[in-house]
């Protein structure tokens, strides 16, 4: 239920009598119809994206054990972060509860289209056929099998795979009615881990494997500060914040929502550790940044290549069925952003279709112009990723309208954003620096 509108709330922000997560209805009639096991799905497969693929090269960076305690710490903090969320938005007024309805409740209709835009931007996605970065060229699995052909690039591969299997999800209207294609995905990264670890094991009795460092190696690093270029790609593996309101909107009570929500962050933290320790095991030093580029011919760990092409084609299905998860919540923000004060984005199916059609669009294009996912994630890491996991629902506690919050969750919040400021800061400045030495040592290069 909706909280009362009564000024006793304000008198004690730690009144007994003040729910903890007040429920409120959503929907287009009330909550309710889905499952807990249909959230926690769909949670999941919000959470493990292609995120995922830059784990083991933030490993690689930071080594083992720093490695799992900033993902464990990172999982810690989303979990406070979404409670704040669902606490706030049961006191924030008449309508259908949304992410940037709650921002619009406590910093105004600025405050919404910066998180609009925010959410926008990181909800762009990719489903890769080949990867391109730091200089070489990673074929995709039907490159290898039947050669560089027009058919089996990239952007032919791209286009088949929205046309043919994405358009049929994405056009769906309800966020439970994904819950299946999302329990599959979540299989198919526990194959993909499966199959990590089946390569991971044939590696070690072969002697192909390399031990993977406990701690970071500095002479390696540019510099101490290159190790906070690891933590926006963490941050940005477990930004889902998008998909908090229309989950929870479809289920019964808030606490079926913080209970899937802790199932999922439990889940996908096992998935990343496991995924990130048995890629750097396998690779070591040579593990790039999108560690699929390392299950090819040219980079394999002298493992059988069906093995390679199995892990490469496992999580590739993933992303696919990860995709209209993304899409939902992009093409809810960017219609507040653009049409806000109309009818709900699903009851307009001219809108719902044409902005889908805009959207899918421009979601291809930038696939095929952005194909390296480190560089991406680093950025968008930093500032848009950061801002939705972190500061926002941190800035709604120490604004706190409906006066509600506690000492301790204030102090938990201005911690929240002191953490996260700095250490984006130190990461945006560590990536410049060392995108301009690389451009300087390239041209002292092309110079001889």
Same mark, same amino acid.
């Given at each position: 239920?909706?909280?009362?509108?009564?000024? &006793? *709330?304000?008198?004690?922000? $730690?009144?007994?009598?003040?729910?903890?997560?007040?429920?409120?209805?959503?929907?287009?009639?009330?909550?309710?119809?889905?499952?807990?096991?249909?959230?926690?799905?769909?949670?999941?497969?919000?959470?493990?994206?292609?995120?995922?693929?830059?784990?083991?090269?933030?490993?690689?960076?930071?080594?083992?054990?720093?490695?799992?305690?900033?993902?464990?710490?990172?999982?810690?903090?989303?979990?406070?972060?979404?409670?704040?969320?669902?606490?706030?938005?049961?006191?924030?007024?008449?309508?259908?509860?949304?992410?940037?309805?709650?921002?619009?409740?406590?910093? $105004?209709?600025?405050? %919404?289209?910066?998180?609009?835009?925010?959410?926008?931007?990181? #909800?762009?996605? /990719?489903?890769?056929?080949?990867?391109?970065?730091?200089?070489?060229?990673?074929?995709? @699995?039907?490159?290898?099998?039947?050669?560089?052909?027009?058919?089996?690039?990239?952007?032919?591969?791209?286009?088949?795979?929205?046309?043919?299997?994405?358009?049929?999800?994405?056009?769906?209207?309800?966020? &439970?009615?994904?819950?299946?294609?999302?329990?599959?995905?979540?299989?198919?990264?526990?194959?993909?881990?499966?199959?990590?670890?089946?390569?991971?094991?044939?590696?070690?009795?072969?002697?192909?494997?390399?031990?993977?460092?406990?701690?970071?190696?500095?002479?390696?690093?540019?510099?101490?500060?290159?190790?906070?270029?690891?933590?926006?790609?963490?941050?940005?593996?477990? #930004?889902?914040?998008?998909?908090?309101?229309?989950?929870?909107?479809?289920?019964? *009570?808030?606490?079926?929502? @913080?209970?899937?929500?802790?199932?999922?962050?439990?889940?996908?933290?096992?998935?990343?550790?496991?995924?990130?320790?048995?890629?750097?095991?396998?690779? $070591? &030093?040579?593990?790039?940044?999108?560690?699929?580029?390392?299950?090819?011919?040219?980079?394999?760990?002298?493992?059988?290549? %069906?093995?390679?092409?199995?892990?490469?084609?496992?999580?590739?299905?993933?992303?696919?069925?990860?995709?209209?998860?993304?899409?939902?919540?992009?093409?809810?923000?960017?219609?507040?952003?653009?049409?806000?004060?109309?009818?709900?984005?699903?009851?307009? #199916?001219?809108?719902?279709?044409?902005? #889908?059609?805009?959207?899918?669009?421009?979601?291809?294009?930038?696939?095929?112009?952005?194909?390296?996912?480190?560089?991406?994630?680093?950025?968008?890491?930093?500032?848009?990723?950061?801002?939705?996991?972190?500061?926002?629902?941190?800035?709604?506690?120490?604004? /706190?309208?409906?006066?509600?919050?506690?000492?301790? &969750?204030?102090?938990?919040?201005?911690?929240?954003?002191?953490?996260?400021?700095?250490?984006?800061?130190?990461?945006?400045?560590?990536?410049?620096?060392?995108?301009?030495?690389? *451009? @300087?040592?390239?041209?002292?290069?092309?110079?001889?």
């Amino acid at each position: 239920m909706t909280p009362p509108a009564s000024t &006793d *709330k304000r008198a004690g922000a $730690g009144a007994l009598d003040e729910p903890l997560l007040p429920e409120f209805s959503g929907g287009h009639g009330g909550g309710g119809g889905a499952s807990v096991s249909g959230a926690v799905f769909n949670v999941s497969t919000s959470i493990v994206g292609a995120g995922i693929m830059s784990i083991p090269a933030a490993m690689r960076v930071l080594g083992v054990v720093p490695a799992l305690f900033l993902v464990a710490a990172v999982a810690a903090l989303s979990d406070v972060s979404v409670e704040f969320m669902l606490r706030y938005t049961g006191w924030a007024g008449a309508g259908k509860p949304t992410y940037a309805g709650l921002i619009g409740d406590a910093f $105004g209709r600025a405050g %919404a289209a910066v998180l609009n835009v925010c959410i926008a931007f990181t #909800t762009t996605g /990719d489903v890769m056929s080949g990867s391109v970065g730091g200089g070489d060229e990673h074929a995709g @699995v039907l490159q290898e099998l039947f050669g560089a052909r027009w058919w089996t690039g990239r952007e032919f591969v791209l286009l088949v795979t929205v046309i043919f299997f994405l358009l049929p999800l994405v056009l769906r209207r309800r966020v &439970d009615s994904l819950r299946y294609t999302s329990a599959i995905s979540i299989l198919l990264a526990v194959v993909f881990v499966l199959i990590s670890l089946g390569i991971a094991v044939y590696a070690l009795f072969t002697g192909t494997a390399t031990m993977p460092r406990m701690l970071p190696d500095f002479s390696t690093l540019s510099s101490p500060f290159e190790l906070f270029t690891a933590v926006p790609v963490i941050v940005v593996a477990f #930004t889902f914040h998008f998909n908090v309101h229309p989950i929870r909107a479809e289920l019964s *009570k808030t606490s079926d929502m @913080v209970a899937a929500v802790r199932i999922s962050l439990v889940l996908c933290a096992a998935i990343y550790a496991a995924v990130g320790f048995f890629g750097y095991l396998l690779f $070591g &030093d040579a593990t790039m940044a999108d560690v699929l580029a390392n299950f090819d011919r040219s980079s394999g760990a002298g493992v059988p290549q %069906a093995l390679n092409d199995a892990a490469r084609l496992s999580y590739a299905l993933h992303l696919v069925l990860v995709f209209p998860l993304l899409l939902f919540s992009l093409r809810v923000n960017v219609d507040e952003l653009l049409f806000p004060g109309r009818r709900p984005l699903a009851t307009d #199916t001219g809108r719902f279709v044409s902005l #889908t059609a805009v959207l899918m669009a421009v979601l291809y294009a930038l696939a095929i112009a952005i194909p390296s996912i480190w560089t991406l994630f680093e950025y968008s890491g930093s500032t848009f990723a950061v801002t939705i996991s972190l500061i926002f629902p941190a800035a709604i506690v120490l604004r /706190d309208v409906h006066g509600i919050a506690k000492r301790k &969750d204030k102090a938990l919040a201005a911690t929240m954003i002191i953490l996260a400021v700095i250490t984006s800061s130190i990461a945006i400045a560590s990536n410049i620096m060392s995108s301009t030495s690389d *451009k @300087v040592r390239g041209g002292h290069v092309a110079s001889r």
